[in-house]
């Protein structure tokens, strides 16, 4: 081949590569970007992302494959890689959303949970097709701050086809390990079962597991799980219970030994044995109660006694309260419900829906029930809580929208697919600039109900609301044991919780004003979440240098909020 047909060749050939921040969504169509290096900040146990697009030139590729090197050992960590995969939506989500290819499981290159490699990697592409690569590093807690650098190849089979330079800049805070937003998110394990191969006791509690430490890495807790109460039997001196297999599957979680950072579940639900009166419940309850207190956890357990019931439910919610209440003070009733005078001295949590608490429209369609934030002044003075909660409000329950209500569902804090990157994290820092306690989700796992969530996660009118997860079966991603695989949603929702994070240690070491003026930046108001990744960028590394500042010398590890 001539010199002058071999150089057009390779110029054909050539794909394009670029980086790209974490909170952007980058769809098949994405255009390249000048970015040829990533540059990350992260305090001790934090973690920082960002992604990698590979555009195919006109010869596509027949193996991309991505290596990574550096940081290790000085660092105790390793740049983590995973397949960003598109998922196709025949619908969108409401009037914002759009159908086509959108990305949102990451298939990793090796698992966290059995370190067996998955089929992320290589993959071929068409020519001009686009392959995501999504990294990350999660910093111990103990390193040395100061810079590390790493390197990315990447290769087509054994022909290498770029190099990308990576600068990580460890600062001298550190976050703790136990999220500082306490959060509630609903996975249940029969669900699991349905689109898992787990045929054994042991296997279920192994996969439960996988999820649950995700979770925990993702600085979330979860209700629901297994759903199993302690068993009980009677005595001459009332209900004895039996914890073992409570502990096992929870105890690791609340306590702070499922992870070598310590982490903890922020809240935990209340279990009922069914079968037993007013009297036995209660004596059950405050079992229950007294034995988190004896194991040393000092979360919240909370009894979820309702979800957003009716006027007419109210005196039942008062009377289950009288019961709770009776058993132990330090059970929460939580109810998905705005305040209500009627639920006065019953209620200890709050937890409204987002669009009704933090209204900035019209919201006659989706808020049957409301209550001005300042209505909650008087229950907070007198120690009950305000959480709250994204739902399909914020796009429209897929439901007929009338013309004149289109405009509402603009912009809202959302967990859907087809949304801007900024959706999923800005509940962190709007939580904090609000002065909302928690955050609860209704599940995780929905999808897994009744069919293939690898194929549609359309509930409710949305795509992937209720569902974060997918189920990795080794027939989809290779390897020869289950896990679970995170959503780039979740990534999302990890980030939003170390903005808190950082928000929260900010105004503790003495700048309520910067951490203020920094969350109203990140999140303007509660229906406007949307800020170019750059402004995010620029403000976070503001926070960032004034955390550093603040920072008592010789203190290692951050305090953890519990």
């Given at each position: ?31 390249p ?59 969108p ?69 770029g ?7 460890v ?28 045929t ?5 509690a ?8 995700m ?9 629901g799980m ?6 009980y ?7 004895a ?60 357990l ?17 009377r289950q ?46 808020c ?8 909650y ?11 709250w ?10 439901g ?31 939580a904090?600039?609000?002065?909302i ?45 289950e ?17 808190h ?33 750059a ?28």
């Amino acid at each position: 081949m001539a010199p002058s047909l071999l150089a057009l060749a390779l110029a054909l050939s050539t794909p394009s590569v670029w980086v790209a921040p974490p909170d952007q969504k980058l769809r098949p169509d994405a255009a390249p970007q000048p970015m040829r290096a990533a540059s990350l900040d992260a305090g001790r146990g934090e973690c920082a992302a960002f992604q990698v697009a590979v555009r195919a030139g006109d010869g596509g590729l027949s193996a991309l494959g991505v290596e990574a090197a550096g940081f290790e050992p000085e660092l105790g960590a390793k740049l983590e890689l995973s397949h960003e995969i598109f998922v196709h939506l025949d619908r969108p989500s409401g009037p914002e959303g759009r159908a086509g290819d959108w990305p949102d499981p990451l298939v990793p290159a090796v698992d966290s949970f059995a370190g067996e490699r998955r089929n992320a990697f290589p993959v071929a592409l068409a020519p001009g097709a686009l392959a995501v690569v999504w990294a990350d590093v999660c910093v111990p807690p103990t390193a040395a701050p100061g810079p590390r650098r790493a390197e990315l190849r990447l290769l087509d089979g054994r022909r290498e086809i770029g190099r990308l330079p990576v600068a990580l800049r460890v600062h001298r805070f550190a976050l703790p390990a136990t999220a500082t937003l306490p959060s509630s998110f609903g996975l249940s394990l029969l669900s699991l079962e349905k689109r898992h191969r787990v045929t054994t006791p042991a296997a279920r509690a192994e996969l439960l597991r996988r999820y649950a430490l995700m979770a925990l890495r993702h600085r979330i807790s979860l209700h629901g799980m297994s759903m199993e109460p302690p068993p009980y039997r009677r005595t001459a001196e009332g209900l004895a219970l039996d914890f073992r297999g409570y502990d096992e599957e929870l105890a690791p979680l609340l306590l702070g030994t499922a992870l070598p950072s310590g982490a903890r579940f922020t809240t935990t639900d209340l279990r009922t044995a069914p079968g037993l009166s007013d009297p036995e419940r209660e004596s059950y309850w405050r079992a229950f109660a007294a034995h988190l207190r004896a194991l040393g956890w000092r979360g919240t357990l909370f009894d979820y006694a309702a979800d957003e019931p009716s006027p007419a439910r109210f005196p039942e919610i008062v009377r289950q309260a009288a019961l709770v209440h009776a058993a132990d003070p330090a059970i929460r009733l939580l109810v998905t419900v705005p305040f209500q005078p009627a639920l006065a001295g019953s209620v200890d949590v709050w937890a409204p829906n987002l669009n009704c608490l933090a209204v900035r429209r019209d919201p006659k369609e989706f808020c049957p029930l409301r209550a001005p934030a300042g209505a909650y002044a008087p229950r907070l003075a007198a120690g009950e809580r305000l959480w709250w909660y994204v739902s399909c409000s914020s796009f429209g329950c897929g439901g007929a929208i009338p013309e004149k209500a289109l405009a509402y569902f603009h912009g809202w804090p959302s967990y859907v697919i087809d949304t801007p990157a900024s959706r999923a994290r800005a509940l962190g820092a709007l939580a904090f600039r609000e002065g909302i306690q928690g955050e609860l989700y209704y599940d995780t796992v929905l999808a897994y109900d009744d069919g293939d969530p690898w194929q549609s996660t359309y509930r409710f009118g949305g795509n992937g609301d209720g569902t974060l997860f997918y189920p990795g079966t080794p027939d989809r991603i290779g390897g020869e044991s289950e896990i679970p695989i995170a959503s780039l949603r979740l990534e999302l929702v990890r980030l939003g919780q170390q903005d808190h994070a950082e928000l929260t240690l900010l105004a503790r070491l003495g700048d309520p004003r910067l951490a203020d003026e920094v969350a109203r930046g990140y999140a303007p108001r509660p229906d406007e979440v949307d800020v170019p990744p750059a402004e995010r960028e620029r403000l976070r590394r503001e926070l960032l240098a004034r955390l550093d500042a603040l920072w008592p010398d010789g203190v290692v590890r951050g305090r953890s909020a519990r």
